[in-house]
């Protein structure tokens, strides 16, 4: 069975915009898991343009509660900074089951590329051993047809997260066999290496289906930036319909006053 964890990073997003504490990242993950979600993914960033440190302590107690997986993705090489402690210190803070290395530098507005192991590989190792003697299971962002996945097995990861952005975009315009196929051959290839498969990004209702019909034995799927703005939609008629049967309701309560 594949498993789905919720991205929760959207509604720190709108909270964030405007101050205060609405809408509550914490409700809305509690929500999640309320209609069956399996698990919680945040991606905490350096500059704290959505998920902070604190709404990462306060969803690993949720997580805990409520005896399911939190998994925190980052990039592992971003120093330290006001406010920021650094992903392994946010890791040791909230012990996650699932930490999920990510390359991506503080000015990119998404995560658009996996490593390169060639270049990243040893200095993933120390971090990959740091975060196991936490206790967190570790993943690895990959880009689907990339090199190096016997690196990846060799320093002790335990999964590896295929981008599947470029498939997203490839299915919207009507053609992801070319996509889908890389997706594949990576799958499987970290699978006879011993490693599990997860895969996030721009997966959505609309594409999940075709890409877990052809990619063999994921494990995990992390989903946010659409499934939060098809909840939008999904919900936006029952939302504005309860303030309407509150208006109905002055207004005869007010009648009935007069």
């Known amino acids: 069975m594949t498993l789905l964890s919720v991205n929760v990073n959207k509604i720190a997003v709108l909270r964030n915009s405007r101050g205060g504490s ?19 993914t945040v991606h905490p960033r350096p ?34 900074r006001d406010g920021y ?9 909230a012990r996650p089951a699932q930490a999920t290395l990510v390359p991506d530098g503080d000015g990119q507005i998404t995560s ?7 270049r990243d590989g040893e200095r993933l190792a120390p971090l990959v051993a740091e975060l196991k003697a936490l206790g967190c299971r570790v993943s690895l962002f990959v880009d ?7 690196t990846a097995a060799k320093i002790g990861a335990d999964r590896i997260e295929i981008y599947t952005g470029p498939f997203a975009e490839a299915a919207a315009r ?7 196929g890389r997706c594949v051959r990576t799958a499987r290839e970290a699978q006879a290496l011993g490693l599990g498969v997860n895969a ?10 075709e890409f877990l019909e052809n990619v ?8 946010g930036h659409a499934l939060i703005g098809e909840a939008l939609y999904a919900g936006l008629q029952r939302t504005v319909q309860a303030y309407l049967a509150i208006l109905d309701d002055a207004t005869a309560a007010a009648e009935h006053r007069r």
């Open 47 to 80: 500059d704290q343009r959505h998920i902070r440190p604190d709404d990462v302590l306060a969803l690993a107690a949720l997580a805990d509660e409520s005896g399911v997986e939190l998994n925190i993705e980052g990039n592992p090489f971003a120093p330290p």
């Open 112 to 118: 658009d590329h996996g490593f390169d192991f060639a």
């Open 85 to 93: 402690p650094g992903f392994l210190a946010l890791c040791d803070a």
């Open 144 to 150: 689907a047809g990339c090199d190096g996945l016997e």
């Open 22 to 40: 609405e809408p509550d990242v914490v409700r809305a993950a509690r929500t999640c898991l309320y209609a069956g979600a399996h698990g919680i």
């Open 174 to 180: 009507g053609d992801a066999s070319i996509e889908l």
């Open 200 to 209: 996030g990004h721009d997966l959505s209702q609309g594409n999940l289906e």
């Open 216 to 223: 063999p034995d994921v494990l995990e799927v992390s989903i």
